[in-house]
């Protein structure tokens, strides 16, 4: 058995607003700002909007939109996302829901072909994929309700990048690459994208006018410069030419939905994650529960690890069976949050031996095809990486917080842009449970809590975070599809060990168990060969990765020594920048 180091009175609390010790002795903001993004044109734009008097809320409308044309890999305008606010005059926390929908005319079997199969591809590649985009409402909403400039201001940087360029560099390179064959079958995304059909060379200036004209757009008229008028008019006639099925209602009835963040004790510290539908907080609720009562710094590194696992395995496992969208499905919510079923998960846990998954009650019958290939067949293997989807976190000098997740899912999305609009689509469609028991994109299985239905948000994983204690607060975040939800874990099971500094937290080796299929995944270096020898002897089936993964980018505010400290992911090129304001 494991050992406790306390007794088990940890509470999992689905509660708003900040810890009561915060709102009580509400502390003076930070001595300087901080901005970490995934490129460092992002994080420029930021600063650049916190030096013209915006808060972090303004900085994160302009973070998102210049990420939206200098990573279109990642997010963009015809994506989604997670902004997790926290607003320091009133302690207010709130995760505002800017996730894809699925249209209108969709239905459970969008992607079946006559005889019942998943159709190869349907769900990834051209605009029958693509969920009606949440990121521009979401802008308009976080600059309207949260910011204090407005979104002529917060957009221009973006703006400005979109028409004048930004020089190519290596990584754009690289995943488009990656997607040229899909992004070249349609004239305007290989318009934008690929230059006579291939990856643009080192150094070409990317402009992207059509886009600048749709950020304009937004600038000018906020949401409706997007959801209706002429930009949507030429969304929808680009995605129905290319056989998808979106209508002026699907933009015009879209709407963003402020959620209450989960949130979740864990000795000393109090974690602040995303509310479905993303998955991520629940998970990290359940996990955290779980390994409330044990010391982990009492395990050998194989225990360790093992314990981990198998807590990320059954996580994973409840994630497949019951979540979904909570405006669509019920769900047995008050059960996976407890703490007294977090115990019974962890009686069930051997420290000597991995529990099969296809073992664990549940979903794992009948589940064809997960075993052999953990990102699911014919997922491209660059995926893993973690540079589809991202993460930017913003500390203003108020104390003002964003961490934010977005995301078009794979490298460039659907690869389709409604001409005239520059808008690439996302296929967050993917997410969805295609058929139930058949692999998404991340290996990731699912049941009827997440079929597509009209309207609906599909299941996520993205985690934008704040961890929160007694010596200061860190907000963090990382793209990597589902293995989003174990890298925030190991991160900040890394803060409460006492490794403070956020460079630890984004470059420390990670390791992932997603239930199915049944492989322990590791980076390079991450576990030592005694730890994998002592893994493989205890039943587990390990998958060692090529590459790392993950993109995390992390800020800290040490609220005792007054330091605050940035830190973006060595994995990618993001630019993490720590400076007052006031005089740069
Ligand atoms: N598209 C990845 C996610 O939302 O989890």
Same mark, same amino acid.
């Given at each position: 058995?494991?050992?406790? *180091?306390?007794?088990?009175?940890?509470?999992?609390?689905?509660?708003?607003?900040? #810890?009561?010790?915060?709102? @009580?002795?509400? #502390?003076?903001?930070?001595?300087?700002?901080?901005?970490? @993004?995934?490129?460092?044109?992002?994080? =420029?734009?930021?600063?650049?909007?916190?030096?013209?008097?915006?808060?972090?809320?303004?900085?994160?409308?302009?973070?998102?939109?210049?990420?939206?044309?200098?990573?279109?890999?990642?997010?963009?305008?015809?994506?989604?996302?997670?902004?997790?606010?926290?607003?320091?005059?009133?302690?207010?926390?709130?995760?505002?829901?800017?996730?894809?929908?699925?249209?209108?005319?969709?239905?459970?079997?969008?992607?079946?072909?006559?005889?019942?199969?998943?159709?190869?591809?349907?769900?990834?590649?051209?605009?029958?994929?693509?969920?009606?985009?949440?990121?521009?409402?979401?802008?308009?909403?976080?600059?309207?309700?949260?910011?204090?400039?407005?979104?002529?201001?917060?957009?221009?940087?973006? $703006?400005?990048?979109?028409?004048?360029? *930004?020089?190519?560099?290596?990584?754009?390179?690289?995943?488009?690459?990656?997607?040229?064959?899909?992004?070249?079958?349609?004239?305007?995304?290989?318009? =934008?994208?690929?230059? +006579?059909?291939?990856?643009?060379?080192?150094?070409?200036?990317?402009? =992207?006018?059509?886009?600048? +004209?749709?950020?304009?757009?937004?600038?000018?008229?906020?949401?409706?410069?997007?959801?209706?008028?002429?930009?949507?008019?030429?969304?929808?006639?680009?995605?129905?030419?290319?056989?998808?099925?979106?209508?002026?209602?699907?933009?015009?009835?879209? =709407?963003?939905?402020?959620?209450?963040?989960?949130?979740?004790?864990?000795?000393?510290?109090?974690?602040?994650?995303?509310?479905?539908?993303? @998955?991520?907080?629940?998970?990290?609720?359940?996990?955290?529960?779980?390994?409330?009562? !044990?010391?982990?710094?009492?395990?050998?590194?194989?225990?360790?690890?093992?314990?981990?696992?198998?807590?990320?395995?059954?996580?994973?496992?409840?994630?497949?069976?019951?979540?979904?969208?909570?405006?669509?499905?019920?769900?047995?919510?008050?059960?996976?949050?407890?703490?007294?079923?977090?115990?019974?998960?962890?009686?069930? $846990?051997?420290?000597?031996?991995?529990?099969?998954?296809?073992?664990?009650?549940?979903?794992?019958?009948?589940?064809?095809?997960?075993?052999?290939?953990?990102?699911?067949?014919?997922?491209?293997?660059? !995926?893993?990486?973690?540079?589809?989807?991202?993460?930017?976190?913003?500390?203003?000098?108020?104390?003002?917080?964003?961490?934010?997740?977005?995301?078009?899912?794979?490298?460039?999305?659907?690869?389709?842009?409604? #001409?005239?609009?520059?808008?690439?689509?996302?296929?967050?469609?993917?997410?969805?449970?295609?058929?139930?028991?058949?692999?998404?994109?991340?290996?990731?299985?699912?049941?009827?809590?997440?079929?597509?239905?009209?309207?609906?948000?599909?299941?996520?994983?993205?985690?934008?975070?704040?961890?929160?204690?007694?010596?200061?607060?860190?907000?963090?975040?990382?793209?990597?599809?589902?293995?989003?939800?174990?890298?925030?874990?190991?991160?900040?099971?890394?803060?409460?060990?006492?490794?403070?500094?956020?460079?630890?937290?984004?470059?420390?080796?990670?390791?992932?168990?997603?239930?199915?299929?049944?492989?322990?995944?590791?980076?390079?270096?991450?576990?030592?060969?005694?730890?994998?020898?002592?893994?493989?002897?205890?039943?587990?089936?390990?998958?060692?990765?090529?590459?790392?993964?993950?993109?995390?980018?992390?800020? *800290?505010?040490?609220?005792?020594?007054?330091?605050? @400290?940035?830190?973006?992911?060595?994995?990618?090129?993001?630019?993490?920048? !720590?400076?007052?304001?006031?005089?740069?």
């Amino acid at each position: 058995m494991y050992r406790f *180091f306390f007794p088990v009175t940890l509470l999992v609390l689905t509660l708003i607003g900040a #810890p009561a010790w915060a709102l @009580s002795n509400r #502390p003076a903001g930070p001595p300087q700002a901080a901005v970490a @993004s995934a490129h460092p044109l992002a994080t =420029q734009a930021g600063l650049d909007v916190l030096a013209a008097g915006g808060n972090a809320f303004d900085a994160a409308v302009a973070v998102s939109a210049a990420l939206a044309v200098v990573e279109p890999y990642g997010s963009g305008l015809g994506g989604g996302g997670f902004w997790l606010l926290h607003r320091a005059y009133d302690g207010k926390q709130v995760m505002v829901d800017g996730r894809e929908r699925a249209p209108l005319a969709a239905h459970a079997d969008l992607y079946l072909d006559g005889a019942g199969a998943v159709i190869d591809g349907a769900s990834i590649n051209g605009p029958r994929a693509a969920g009606i985009p949440g990121e521009p409402a979401a802008l308009a909403h976080i600059a309207q309700h949260y910011g204090r400039l407005p979104l002529a201001v917060s957009l221009a940087p973006a $703006i400005a990048l979109a028409r004048d360029g *930004f020089e190519v560099d290596a990584h754009y390179r690289r995943w488009v690459g990656f997607r040229a064959e899909v992004l070249a079958k349609q004239a305007a995304a290989a318009r =934008q994208f690929l230059v +006579d059909g291939a990856p643009p060379p080192l150094g070409h200036r990317l402009r =992207q006018a059509d886009l600048a +004209d749709t950020l304009q757009a937004l600038a000018a008229a906020g949401r409706d410069g997007f959801y209706a008028g002429p930009v949507a008019e030429k969304l929808v006639a680009g995605v129905r030419a290319g056989g998808g099925i979106w209508t002026l209602r699907d933009l015009a009835e879209y =709407q963003v939905v402020e959620r209450e963040p989960v949130v979740v004790r864990y000795r000393d510290w109090t974690v602040t994650s995303a509310a479905l539908p993303s @998955s991520g907080g629940v998970l990290l609720a359940q996990m955290l529960n779980m390994l409330a009562a !044990v010391d982990l710094a009492a395990l050998s590194p194989p225990a360790r690890s093992h314990l981990l696992t198998e807590v990320m395995r059954r996580a994973y496992r409840d994630r497949a069976e019951y979540l979904g969208d909570p405006d669509f499905v019920a769900m047995p919510l008050e059960r996976l949050l407890s703490p007294t079923y977090a115990q019974r998960q962890l009686a069930t $846990i051997s420290p000597t031996h991995a529990t099969p998954s296809e073992s664990l009650a549940g979903l794992a019958a009948d589940r064809p095809g997960t075993a052999a290939d953990p990102y699911g067949s014919g997922a491209p293997s660059g !995926v893993q990486e973690g540079r589809n989807t991202t993460h930017f976190s913003v500390l203003d000098e108020e104390g003002n917080r964003v961490a934010a997740t977005l995301s078009i899912n794979y490298p460039f999305g659907a690869c389709y842009v409604p #001409p005239g609009t520059g808008v690439l689509l996302n296929d967050e469609m993917d997410d969805f449970v295609a058929k139930p028991g058949v692999p998404n994109a991340y290996g990731l299985v699912g049941a009827a809590a997440n079929a597509i239905a009209p309207g609906k948000r599909p299941l996520s994983s993205m985690s934008p975070t704040f961890v929160e204690g007694p010596q200061g607060v860190a907000l963090l975040g990382t793209p990597g599809g589902s293995r989003i939800i174990s890298m925030v874990l190991l991160a900040m099971l890394d803060m409460a060990a006492g490794y403070t500094d956020p460079a630890h937290w984004v470059a420390r080796g990670r390791f992932h168990h997603q239930y199915l299929p049944d492989r322990l995944q590791y980076e390079p270096g991450a576990l030592s060969p005694r730890t994998v020898a002592a893994l493989r002897s205890m039943g587990h089936q390990l998958d060692p990765l090529s590459t790392g993964y993950g993109n995390m980018q992390a800020v *800290f505010w040490d609220r005792r020594s007054g330091k605050v @400290s940035a830190a973006s992911d060595p994995r990618g090129i993001g630019a993490a920048r !720590v400076q007052s304001v006031s005089s740069p």
